[in-house]
Nanobody, 125 residues
């Protein structure tokens, strides 16, 4: 059974940092790749970053470039999203996601089939 389990969210002051984890079960990010998304209240889900399995290239949304970094622990089959210099506009529920088969993925919701339950990130000003 495919499962994605996020953790690491919380409340942080502006300028602070958090590291989100996405533990994967039933498949490997090495074969399929992983995406990170977020959804703020009243807004559409937006892509934050994606790690492509084909070449391990990592793409970031312009809004987080230079502040967010994706890393992996292959032994734990876990992908991380390090978020630095967090701002109130980063407040959202953050999700990791995976495709159902190896294919090109990007920052669009339609590229993904499996989703975690989400973890709340709240940044106070």
């Amino acid at each position: 059974e495919v499962q994605l389990v996020e953790s690491g969210g919380g409340l942080v002051q502006a300028g602070g940092s958090l590291r989100l984890s996405c533990a994967l079960f039933g498949f490997s990010f090495i074969d399929y790749g992983i995406g990170w998304f977020r959804q703020a209240p009243g807004k559409e889900r937006e892509g934050v970053s994606c790690l492509r399995a084909a070449d391990f290239n990592i793409a970031y949304a312009d809004s987080v470039k230079g502040r967010f970094t994706v890393s992996v622990d292959a032994a734990k089959n876990t992908v991380y999203l390090q978020m630095n210099d967090l701002q109130p506009e980063d407040t959202a529920v953050y999700f990791c996601a995976a495709p159902a088969s190896p294919r090109h993925i990007g920052l669009q919701v339609r590229d993904y089939d499996y989703w975690g339950q989400g973890t709340q990130v709240t940044v106070s000003s």
